[in-house]
């Protein structure tokens, strides 16, 4: 549970913050309206669409050689991941696959030391933020495939190569790390500043201030800026398609093949994916719990 | 010591701005700077000043299609996504009590954002084809004699797509404001003899009204930027704007590609900033 | 000169943040080394910005801080060799009791065997050491007050700063956490400023008072020079207890004055040395506890006894005493405290007509 706190940041903060007055909530304090019901049902209606897909997919991954892209099953084999990782017609998976995970593990720290700095620019007001601020806005929302192919002419007029881990890994910060500042915001808002100045006042120096005192504490969130950072990047497309270079990403693989490829192996490729998209999330969402619960044992000892 | 305190925070700053100088800005100047120029038809520029691909693309009657298609899946999308995001974020916020419960729902909703977005799209394919599930079970049902073909590659699988894409991002900004919501405030309406309907016009909306316009920004952006979806989903029935681009440079047509990506992300920025205009996002994010 | 370590002298001192309003304005003060010393005053008072300036978290706009003789204008903190307990304490929330309370020595470099030993004995001079290996959400708020006190502590500051200590407190810790407070600062021998807004804080704890007003000193000395002789309206109304009566000098004669006002009748009040005409406006403070209520009668008001008629407007029992609201100066309040004993001896109501007296050299009189 606590690891749901830090990792929703904000949103769970606010709820938190509720929680003491969670007796009070409104609509409804004898019985469930009648509006209970049907937005109850509205929810688990989406979140039957929003599962509902994913999981049929994963299902017909393991489809038999004879079967389709659609049901019935006509029985159950690992066929199309073989042919996944073996055929020549669905192209280089695995080698995109590893260039995905080696761009997505740069991005993901880059991204997080790169945030932090800034997120901690941004706690106070300085000359020029606002123009930082909608330069980092417009990175956010400016159509994806658009900076791409600037980003490939401009390394074009340069006379550089574009390559996923010059070019491509460009492109791609300029999408994450906007967020990831934007998460950073959120993180930062709940640090108290007078642990910062507690801090100098006990001697530290800024930098001790910052290793000490601001990193441990901020660290689930840092984890949550690294999340983001890590699958925005291994499932970035527009950004990645003209600044690339010769060699494809993962998502590059993938969308070639839902162009091409017409066999279950596209579904198997969405199953391994989401495989390691869980890993990810399994690991970030851990990590946040392990430091929780380090603290948690450090406090235990006492009693 | 202020001039200090303000360098300290330049310095802080100046790694983003290593990322956002050469790969946000140069790219957008490089694209507007190749607007102007001519092609000499073989995929290579010719460094003009020429106003031709803009009047090329005013004239055309293509544009104006192009940009209606893309507005309405917008329109579409966005509308939609607010509707489910909203009344998901406020079951959320006001209707589970217990907030470890909440806490699991909102996971539940937000861990699908973490997986792929194509493999998501493209998991629509075996349920909404010609011989996929709705049909069979429509069809079971005796509801229709033939398959429907309008639910897979049409204007409507491209919606639903895109609202399963996006509907998350209407979710958390919608939840969070929501749960800052002082829930006294409701109670205080409901013993002041305010009907539901009241306190969702006169609290609970107007209080929601950051996170909206937080979600509006996402969905639009992403929607008006993207073209692969609509690749997908409309089976090449439908076209986008970010399509045409991408179209035209895989012919190689720079310059009349680099006037409509200027044209587009102008006019994105304008809504986005029509949108900013409504709320401090900055002051909302960081409270 | 010979200063003390802990002597601090406040000279011209100033804070503006806008360049425009004074936050603290032309600040001269000194405190004796040792002394423990309350800065009291509304929020807003700049009674905080003193106490962070004299820390180091603020740069003063004009002036000088001398601590032991020495201008500590431009220093860092931990060359000023001050500590600051911040208003909720601000313990780091991701480190144990001893880690907190060890914090400084660690930034110093000591080793990890050094600074726990240290803070072991700090943590058993608070009484903690059951807790050591806590976390702060784990302690109760007195407890928490403690971590604070101990880490501040223990970098051996010559002052200690404390930016509303109490206030987190509910009302009984409070008083509590006032002895244990007093007790540190015997033990520690060193020089406490203290920032309060609540009087009974300040007068109970410290050897001076400060009290501020807008960004000045409205009046500084021992607790009771403050409480029992106000220099001025805003002092004797902040530190409450008080009546404050404005009238127009009648007469002068004998080193007293007849005073009246629409609400008040012929009053003398003694001029203390300070020479008054007739005509002359002037305020006077009467405490609370120095009013007697007596029935009207014949002889109810003895020699050099002031007395005004009222009516009791309100009845309060506070336990040791009762209030007893007047109505003897129109809409102002005009409040007794008669002992519960004799109160309840003759008990007044609502609606009675009473004398409030009290001796003529009680009356007080305000710049």
Same mark, same amino acid.
């Given at each position: 549970?606590?690891?749901?706190?830090?990792?929703?940041?904000?949103?769970?903060?606010?709820?938190?913050?509720?929680?003491?007055?969670?007796?009070?909530?409104?609509?409804?304090?004898?019985?469930?309206?009648?509006? /209970?019901?049907?937005?109850?049902? *509205?929810?688990?209606?989406?979140?039957?669409?929003?599962?509902?897909?994913?999981?049929?997919?994963? *299902?017909?991954? /393991?489809?038999?050689?004879?079967?389709?892209?659609? /049901?019935?099953?006509?029985?159950?084999?690992?066929?199309?991941?073989?042919?996944?990782?073996?055929?020549?017609?669905?192209?280089?998976?695995?080698?995109?696959?590893?260039?995905?995970?080696?761009?997505?593990?740069?991005?993901?720290?880059?991204?997080?030391?790169?945030?932090?700095?800034?997120?901690?620019?941004?706690?106070?007001?300085?000359?020029?933020?606002?123009?930082?601020?909608?330069?980092?806005?417009?990175?956010?929302?400016?159509?994806?495939?658009?900076?791409?192919?600037?980003?490939?002419?401009?390394?074009?007029?340069?006379?550089?190569?574009?390559?996923?881990?010059?070019?491509?890994?460009?492109?791609?910060?300029?999408?994450?790390?906007?967020?990831?500042?934007?998460?950073?915001?959120?993180?930062?808002?709940?640090?108290?500043?007078?642990?910062?100045?507690?801090?100098?006042?006990?001697?530290?120096?800024?930098?001790?201030?910052?290793?000490?005192?601001?990193?441990? *504490?901020?660290?689930?969130?840092?984890?949550?800026?690294?999340? /983001?950072?890590?699958?925005?990047?291994?499932?970035?497309?527009?950004?990645?398609?003209?600044?690339?270079?010769?060699?494809?990403?993962?998502?590059?693989?993938?969308?070639?093949?839902?162009?091409?490829?017409?066999?279950?192996?596209?579904?198997?490729?969405?199953?391994?994916?989401?495989?390691?998209?869980?890993?990810?999330?399994?690991?970030?969402?851990?990590?946040?719990?392990?430091?929780?619960?380090?603290?948690?044992?450090?406090?235990?000892?006492?009693? | 010591?202020?001039?200090?305190?303000?360098?300290?925070?330049?310095?802080?700053?100046?790694?983003?701005?290593?990322? $956002?100088?050469?790969?946000?800005?140069?790219?957008?100047?490089?694209?507007?700077?190749?607007? #102007? #120029?001519?092609?000499?038809?073989?995929?290579? =520029?010719?460094?003009?000043?020429? $106003?031709? @691909?803009?009047? @090329? =693309?005013?004239?055309?009657?293509?544009?104006?299609?192009?940009?209606?298609?893309?507005?309405?899946?917008?329109?579409?999308?966005?509308?939609?996504?607010?509707?489910?995001?909203? $009344?998901?974020?406020?079951?959320?916020?006001?209707?589970?009590? @217990?907030?470890?419960?909440?806490?699991?729902?909102?996971?539940?909703?937000?861990?699908?954002?973490?997986?792929?977005?194509?493999?998501?799209?493209?998991?629509?394919?075996?349920?909404?084809?010609?011989?996929?599930?709705? @049909?069979?079970?429509?069809?079971?049902?005796?509801?229709?004699?033939?398959?429907?073909?309008?639910?897979?590659?049409?204007?409507?699988?491209?919606?639903?797509?895109?609202?399963?894409?996006?509907?998350?991002?209407?979710?958390?900004?919608?939840?969070?404001?929501?749960?800052?919501?002082?829930?006294?405030?409701?109670?205080?309406?409901?013993?002041?003899?305010?009907?539901?309907?009241?306190?969702?016009?006169?609290?609970?909306?107007?209080?929601?009204?950051?996170?909206?316009?937080?979600?509006?920004?996402?969905?639009?952006?992403?929607?008006?930027?993207?073209?692969?979806?609509?690749?997908?989903?409309?089976?090449?029935?439908?076209?986008?704007?970010?399509?045409?681009?991408?179209?035209?440079?895989?012919? =190689?047509?720079?310059?009349?590609?680099?006037?409509?990506?200027?044209?587009?992300?102008?006019?994105?920025?304008?809504?986005?900033?029509?949108?900013?205009?409504?709320?401090?996002?900055?002051?909302?994010?960081?409270? | 000169?010979?200063?003390?370590?802990?002597?601090?002298?406040?000279?011209?001192?100033?804070?503006?943040?806008?360049?425009?309003?004074?936050?603290?304005?032309?600040?001269?003060?000194?405190?004796?080394?040792?002394?423990?010393?309350?800065?009291?005053?509304?929020?807003?008072?700049?009674?905080?910005?003193?106490?962070?300036?004299?820390?180091?978290?603020?740069?003063?706009?004009?002036?000088?801080?001398?601590?032991?003789?020495?201008?500590?204008?431009?220093? +860092?903190?931990?060359?000023?060799?001050?500590?600051?307990?911040?208003?909720?304490?601000? !313990?780091?929330?991701?480190?144990? &009791?001893?880690?907190?309370?060890?914090?400084? !020595?660690?930034?110093?470099?000591?080793?990890?065997?050094?600074?726990?030993?240290?803070?072991? +004995?700090?943590?058993?001079?608070?009484?903690?050491?059951?807790?050591?290996?806590?976390?702060?959400?784990?302690?109760?708020?007195?407890?928490?007050?403690?971590?604070?006190?101990?880490?501040?502590?223990?970098?051996?500051?010559?002052?200690?700063?404390?930016?509303?200590?109490?206030?987190?407190?509910?009302?009984?810790?409070?008083?509590?956490?006032?002895?244990?407070?007093?007790?540190?600062?015997?033990?520690?021998?060193?020089?406490?400023?203290?920032?309060?807004?609540?009087?009974?804080?300040?007068?109970? %704890?410290?050897?001076?008072?400060?009290?501020?007003?807008?960004?000045?000193?409205?009046?500084?000395?021992?607790?009771?020079?403050?409480?029992?002789?106000?220099?001025?309206?805003? &002092?004797?109304?902040?530190?409450?207890?008080?009546?404050? %009566?404005?009238?127009?000098?009648?007469?002068? +004669?004998?080193?007293?004055?007849?005073?009246?006002?629409?609400?008040?009748?012929?009053?003398?009040?003694? %001029?203390?040395?300070?020479?008054?005409?007739?005509?002359?406006?002037?305020?006077?403070?009467?405490?609370?506890?120095?009013?007697? !209520?007596?029935?009207?009668?014949?002889?109810?008001?003895?020699?050099?006894?002031?007395?005004?008629?009222?009516?009791?407007?309100?009845?309060?029992?506070?336990?040791?005493?009762?209030?007893?609201?007047?109505?003897? !100066?129109?809409?102002?309040?005009?409040?007794?405290? &008669?002992?519960?004993?004799?109160?309840?001896?003759?008990?007044?109501?609502?609606?009675?007509?009473?004398?409030?007296?009290?001796?003529?050299?009680?009356?007080?009189?305000? +710049?």
């Amino acid at each position: 549970m606590t690891m749901a706190k830090e990792a929703l940041g904000p949103a769970a903060a606010a709820r938190r913050r509720s929680r003491s007055r969670q007796g009070a909530l409104a609509p409804g304090r004898k019985g469930r309206p009648w509006t /209970f019901y049907v937005l109850a049902a *509205i929810f688990t209606l989406y979140v039957v669409a929003l599962y509902g897909p994913m999981i049929s997919i994963y *299902i017909l991954s /393991f489809q038999d050689i004879r079967g389709g892209l659609v /049901f019935p099953m006509k029985g159950l084999s690992l066929h199309w991941f073989n042919d996944l990782f073996t055929q020549v017609r669905t192209g280089d998976v695995k080698g995109s696959f590893d260039r995905s995970i080696k761009l997505a593990g740069l991005v993901t720290v880059i991204t997080v030391v790169v945030s932090f700095l800034a997120g901690l620019a941004f706690r106070r007001r300085f000359f020029g933020d606002t123009v930082i601020f909608y330069l980092m806005i417009g990175s956010l929302v400016a159509p994806g495939l658009v900076l791409g192919i600037g980003t490939g002419l401009l390394f074009n007029w340069l006379g550089l190569e574009t390559a996923w881990y010059t070019s491509a890994l460009g492109a791609q910060l300029s999408w994450t790390l906007p967020f990831g500042v934007l998460v950073m915001f959120a993180v930062m808002s709940r640090f108290n500043k007078a642990w910062e100045e507690a801090a100098r006042d006990l001697g530290a120096t800024p930098w001790q201030t910052i290793r000490l005192v601001i990193i441990p *504490i901020l660290a689930p969130g840092l984890v949550a800026v690294a999340l /983001f950072g890590f699958t925005l990047s291994y499932d970035e497309f527009a950004r990645t398609l003209q600044t690339s270079g010769s060699l494809n990403t993962l998502p590059l693989e993938i969308w070639s093949m839902t162009l091409n490829v017409t066999s279950p192996s596209l579904y198997a490729l969405g199953t391994v994916t989401t495989i390691v998209s869980f890993l990810i999330i399994g690991i970030g969402l851990g990590s946040i719990t392990l430091i929780q619960k380090r603290r948690a044992r450090g406090g235990a000892a006492g009693h | 010591m202020t001039l200090r305190r303000h360098l300290t925070s330049w310095l802080f700053l100046s790694p983003l701005l290593v990322v $956002l100088i050469p790969f946000f800005v140069l790219p957008f100047i490089v694209v507007l700077t190749a607007s #102007f #120029f001519d092609s000499d038809g073989f995929g290579g =520029l010719l460094p003009t000043f020429t $106003l031709v @691909n803009y009047a @090329n =693309l005013f004239t055309s009657s293509l544009t104006l299609n192009l940009y209606l298609a893309t507005l309405k899946f917008t329109v579409l999308t966005w509308f939609f996504s607010l509707i489910l995001g909203f $009344l998901v974020a406020y079951f959320l916020a006001f209707h589970v009590r @217990n907030p470890l419960l909440g806490i699991g729902l909102f996971l539940l909703c937000t861990v699908p954002f973490w997986t792929s977005n194509i493999i998501r799209m493209i998991s629509w394919i075996p349920l909404l084809g010609k011989e996929g599930l709705i @049909n069979m079970a429509l069809l079971k049902l005796g509801l229709i004699h033939e398959p429907l073909e309008i639910l897979l590659f049409s204007s409507v699988a491209v919606v639903i797509a895109y609202v399963h894409q996006l509907t998350i991002f209407m979710i958390v900004p919608i939840f969070n404001s929501m749960a800052r919501i002082d829930k006294r405030v409701v109670e205080a309406a409901l013993d002041a003899g305010a009907s539901r309907l009241d306190i969702m016009r006169l609290i609970v909306i107007p209080m929601s009204k950051s996170g909206i316009a937080l979600g509006s920004i996402f969905v639009v952006s992403i929607v008006m930027g993207d073209f692969f979806v609509v690749k997908v989903m409309s089976g090449g029935g439908s076209a986008s704007v970010v399509g045409a681009f991408y179209e035209d440079i895989s012919v =190689l047509q720079y310059p009349s590609a680099a006037a409509s990506a200027v044209v587009l992300t102008v006019a994105l920025m304008v809504l986005i900033g029509l949108i900013l205009r409504t709320v401090d996002i900055r002051r909302e994010i960081t409270r | 000169m010979a200063t003390g370590q802990g002597h601090i002298e406040l000279a011209g001192l100033c804070k503006s943040y806008d360049g425009v309003t004074m936050a603290v304005d032309g600040v001269n003060l000194k405190i004796e080394d040792g002394a423990y010393c309350c800065f009291l005053g509304p929020s807003g008072c700049g009674k905080t910005t003193i106490l962070r300036m004299i820390a180091g978290h603020e740069d003063p706009s004009a002036g000088e801080i001398l601590i032991g003789g020495e201008n500590v204008v431009g220093m +860092a903190p931990v060359e000023r060799r001050t500590a600051m307990m911040f208003q909720s304490y601000a !313990l780091f929330p991701h480190l144990t &009791v001893r880690d907190n309370i060890a914090f400084a !020595l660690r930034v110093r470099g000591l080793s990890k065997a050094e600074r726990n030993k240290a803070a072991d +004995a700090m943590i058993e001079k608070v009484r903690l050491t059951e807790f050591a290996d806590r976390l702060p959400a784990q302690l109760s708020g007195g407890q928490q007050q403690r971590v604070a006190l101990a880490r501040a502590a223990i970098t051996q500051p010559r002052v200690l700063l404390l930016d509303e200590p109490l206030s987190a407190l509910d009302e009984q810790l409070r008083v509590q956490m006032r002895q244990e407070l007093l007790r540190m600062q015997r033990d520690l021998g060193i020089t406490f400023i203290h920032v309060t807004h609540t009087q009974m804080e300040a007068i109970a %704890l410290a050897d001076m008072v400060v009290v501020m007003d807008r960004g000045h000193i409205k009046q500084a000395g021992p607790a009771r020079e403050v409480y029992a002789t106000p220099r001025d309206r805003y &002092v004797a109304e902040f530190l409450g207890g008080q009546n404050v %009566l404005a009238a127009k000098v009648r007469t002068v +004669a004998g080193g007293r004055a007849v005073v009246a006002s629409p609400t008040v009748r012929e009053i003398e009040v003694p %001029l203390a040395g300070r020479s008054f005409s007739a005509g002359d406006a002037i305020e006077f403070a009467v405490r609370r506890d120095d009013i007697v !209520l007596k029935r009207p009668g014949p002889d109810a008001v003895a020699p050099d006894t002031a007395a005004l008629s009222s009516r009791v407007t309100g009845v309060e029992y506070q336990g040791s005493f009762v209030k007893v609201m007047l109505d003897a !100066l129109g809409r102002e309040d005009f409040i007794a405290y &008669v002992p519960e004993r004799t109160f309840f001896r003759d008990p007044v109501a609502i609606g009675d007509v009473v004398l409030a007296t009290w001796p003529v050299e009680h009356a007080h009189l305000l +710049a």
